[in-house]
């Protein structure tokens, strides 16, 4: 299955820390998405890149976040000075240019902040 | 901006009977319609979706959604559930242009346990 891959599937860390998240998006994809979904919400966009260009970046991404792309392949999402309320899932998705509202989804990277 | 309501946030249903879930979305412009679905342990899964021309569109597993543009809804049905559609179930809407980011907005979910 050469679906959407994100590692890792889960992440325990204390207040204060850093993390870094990382995705692989189907390999022709050429955009890439970051959600966070707390419970019993449903996902809530952060940020997106079409190739390396990150194009998008919503309110709920504090300077705290940031994210990459360097080679338009894998993204990479790093959370600095964690807080408890950053604790949520944090989803990536990928789509192609030819079908770009067409999102398929991994599985995710559960966060606990501690 | 978008805003995406679904009014139903638990559903609980014997095997067999039908299903309808709620969907209401808040957007002037041409919108893209999804139905996602989450089973236990996995990941999202698209499960339908309406661009455009028939507003009756059909999915995977024997779902099915109605576009009514002057109700701003895309509800989802099955006329017979099963125990396998045990799952969180997602409305989500983006802008119609394929211009912009395509950025899906999400309902908050509802939550349908089907009873054997």
């Not at chain 2, 899906?104 to 979910?109: D, R, S």
Request: aromatic share 12%; glycine share 8%.
């Amino acid at each position: 299955d050469t679906g959407v891959s994100q590692n890792p599937r889960h992440k325990i860390t204390k207040r204060g820390q850093n993390v870094t998240f990382r995705c692989d998006p189907i390999s022709e994809h050429n955009r890439l998405y970051w959600y966070r979904q707390t419970l019993g919400q449903g996902p809530e966009f952060l940020t997106y890149f079409q190739n390396e260009a990150q194009l998008e970046k919503s309110r709920l991404l504090s300077d705290r976040f940031s994210a990459e792309r360097p080679k338009g392949s894998f993204s990479t999402l790093e959370i600095q000075r964690t807080e408890q309320g950053d604790s949520a899932m944090y989803l990536c998705a990928s789509s192609s240019q030819k079908k770009p509202s067409e999102l398929f989804f991994g599985s995710g990277t559960q966060l606990s902040v501690l | 901006a978008q805003s995406v309501s679904q009014h139903n946030h638990h559903v609980i249903l014997s095997e067999a009977a039908s299903l309808e879930l709620g969907c209401n979305y808040s957007y002037g412009g041409t919108v893209n319609l999804f139905w996602y679905v989450q089973y236990p342990g996995q990941h999202l899964q698209l499960l339908l979706k309406y661009f455009s021309g028939d507003p009756l569109v059909k999915g995977i597993k024997g779902f099915e959604a109605e576009f009514i543009k002057s109700k701003f809804s895309f509800n989802l049905r099955k006329p017979s559930v099963q125990w396998s559609d045990t799952a969180e179930y997602f409305c989500a809407v983006n802008a119609g242009n394929n211009n912009a980011g395509n950025m899906l907005t999400f309902g908050g979910g509802t939550r349908l346990m089907v009873k054997p």
